[in-house]
């Protein structure tokens, strides 16, 4: 099995403090996050007791984000999230998450190899750039729930500027062809 294969096993030590077992070195939640988009399974566990945190420090890392504005999930869908912990909803709503984020990431795949093959656009320069860059934001955007999301996912693209510049560039081009 391939070393990025196996979770990467994350320390929480008595001061809280986060320890990367593979590097040796103490990481932050975003260190984590970053784990996460580049596409690697992490799991916490506290060091004295062997409790598994994964949970508690992914739902920590996803509120730090929302509260920083960076909001993926609307209202409606958290106060769904609280009235089904205190419902029979319970049982239902996490197999129900799965399959909507599994569906999510199927139509995606296959939209984008539709492209590819019958649309021109499969053919422009900078096609494959924008197609890395939006599996990059779907991965970011799903917190890596679901794992990956398809072939050709190098984790570049995270780089605001770059996309913006990018996208810029293939608006030209489209509007140059479009003449």
Known sequence: MAETAKPLL????ASRRLYNTETSDYVTLEDIA???RAGREVQIVDLKSGDDLTRQYLL???AEHES???SVLPVDVLTDLVRSYTSQASSVVPQFLAASFEMLRDGQSKMMENMTKVSPMGQ???FDAMRAQQQA???AMTGGVMGSTGPGQDG???NLEDIKKQLAELQSKL???SK
């Open 10 to 13: 994350i320390k929480r030590y």
């Open 34 to 36: 970053g784990f996460i």
């Open 60 to 62: 920590q890392i996803i």
């Open 68 to 70: 920083r504005g960076e």
């Open 124 to 126: 422009m320069p900078g």
């Open 137 to 139: 934001f779907f991965k």
């Open 156 to 158: 570049n693209g995270d």
């Open 175 to 177: 509007a140059r062809m």
